[in-house]
């Protein structure tokens, strides 16, 4: 393509490059632009910033699309498997039988934690909130692997010992915070029945085996977690890898960046605002009135990019349902969610506002059937996440032109002043 946008300022006339993707998303390029106008652009939030080229993931929040690598999310959910679907965003190409071994054997082989590590979770108190266990032992991580504090996007085993690391610090956060022995990792099970043996294997059931009806829910739920483009997390790893800190050190970050609730710790967050509605009776219209009265916020809805619907909520809805009948469980809050939906897609706050369900609307549900704490919640959307956002971080340390990300600002506060004396700070009375 080579179109141009033009700038005047200044009685100049300045042209830009327009770039366009792969599916006609087009973007002003102004690489130059302070070089050459002397200004830069202020975009807060970054609504309208692309900070990157990228061939992981397409969203058109429009038409509620989201495919990763070219494949559409609802037949990877379908079809495919949480370990298959990690090597697609990781390396590119959906794996042969032989990488697909390859890579699981792998997973397998990197399961186990350095008995030093586990000690380290003595360290914590017992009630302390998983998110900060994750994101520190993360980040401990490159204390036990000192190899990988100079960054290689080319070294295999680093990235499956993450994937699979992570996995087991999370199985084992939990044991501790139950005041249980933690559930080794077990090499005859896949990777979401693995995570479903160290989060519930208990020392008076040695015989635990996962429900194959809850490891086929966990895949579908860590696939549709499994990267989200330039996200706050994402973004985030992104940011911190490209001042050449080391994998674990850029993961650790995204973690904590994802642990906020206007991001991961939404789906949480949705689980109490439901619990609140129960508690005040289940009547979900006066919530609500209070909602468009701005005086509380529906959690679980909206997103900055989806202005239709988002295809994880729609899938999630279904397997929601399907897990419940299966399960026997007739949850109150799952009604509550469901009232939620029908009277906000109903009403012209939300229709006017583009507000549909998000991911975090139905995931809770589907984690509290399969008896997963409430604050777990976020550290299962960052089990899904971890293949994004180690892709990302490939994608970045690969690129040719990989520099430094260090945004500009314009300062509006005080001018030159001359230092004063202490006493001499505050005007008298
Ligand atoms: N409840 C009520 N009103 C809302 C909501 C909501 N959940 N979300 C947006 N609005 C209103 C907002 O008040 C604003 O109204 P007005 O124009 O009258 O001021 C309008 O809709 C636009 O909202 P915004 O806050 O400018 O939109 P944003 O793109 O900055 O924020 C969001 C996106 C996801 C942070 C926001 O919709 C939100 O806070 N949702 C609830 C939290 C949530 O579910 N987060 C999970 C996001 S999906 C998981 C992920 O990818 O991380």
Redesign the pocket.
């Known amino acids: 393509m080579n179109q141009k946008a033009k700038l005047e300022y200044d009685d100049k006339t300045y042209e830009m490059q327009i770039v366009e993707g792969s599916f006609a998303e087009r973007a002003i390029d102004i690489r130059s632009l302070r070089k050459d106008t002397g200004l830069i652009t202020l975009d807060s939030?970054y609504?309208n910033t692309g900070a990157t080229s990228s061939k992981i993931t397409y969203i058109n929040g429009e038409e509620g699309i989201l495919l990763y690598r070219g494949y559409p999310i609802k037949q990877l959910a379908e079809q495919s498997s949480f370990v298959e679907t990690s090597y697609l965003l990781i390396y590119g190409e959906l794996p042969t039988s032989a990488e697909l071994d390859e890579f699981s054997n792998l997973l397998t082989y990197h399961s186990m934690l350095h008995e030093d590590m586990r000690h380290l979770f003595d360290g914590f108190p017992s009630n302390a909130h998983p998110m900060a266990v994750l994101s520190s032992m993360v980040s401990a991580l490159s204390a036990y692997y000192p190899d990988s504090i100079e960054p290689d996007p080319s070294n295999k085993q680093d990235i499956a010992r993450l994937l699979s690391k992570l996995r087991t610090i999370a199985g084992f956060s939990y044991q501790k915070r139950q005041g249980r022995p933690v559930a080794y990792p077990k090499n005859d099970l896949d990777y979401c029945g693995n995570f479903l043996h160290m989060m519930f294997s208990h020392p008076a059931e040695p015989t635990y085996l996962p429900d194959p009806e809850l490891v086929n829910a966990l895949n579908v739920l860590l696939i549709l977690h499994a990267d989200?483009e330039q996200?706050?997390?994402s973004s985030t790893v992104r940011m911190v890898g490209s001042s050449q800190a080391n994998l674990y050190a850029a993961i650790s970050a995204g973690i904590s960046a994802?642990w906020g609730?206007?991001?991961?710790g939404?789906n949480q967050?949705?689980i109490d605002m439901l619990e609140e509605i129960r508690a005040e009776g289940g009547d979900s219209t006066a919530f609500m009135e209070q909602?468009?009265n701005?005086e509380r916020?529906?959690?679980?809805?909206?997103?900055?990019v989806y202005k239709n619907f988002?295809p994880r909520a729609m899938i999630l809805k279904k397997y929601a349902d399907h897990l419940l009948a299966h399960l026997k469980i007739e949850d109150e809050l799952f009604d509550i969610a469901r009232q939620l939906e029908e009277v906000a897609l109903s009403d012209e706050?939300?229709i006017e506002?583009k507000?549909y369900p998000?991911?975090?609307?139905y995931s809770g549900i589907l984690y509290r059937a399969m008896g997963i704490p409430t604050e777990m919640f976020t550290v299962l959307f960052a089990l899904g996440r971890i293949p994004g956002w180690i892709a990302h971080w490939k994608e970045m340390m690969e690129a040719p032109d990989v520099r430094i990300a260090r945004p500009r600002q314009i300062y509006m506060g005080a001018t030159q002043r001359d230092y004063m004396p202490r006493d001499s700070r505050r005007p008298p009375p």
């Open positions: 939030g609504m989200h996200n706050c997390s994802l609730p206007l991001h991961g939404a967050a949705v909602v468009k701005r916020r529906l959690m679980g809805f909206g997103h900055r988002d706050y939300f506002r507000l998000n991911v975090d609307f």
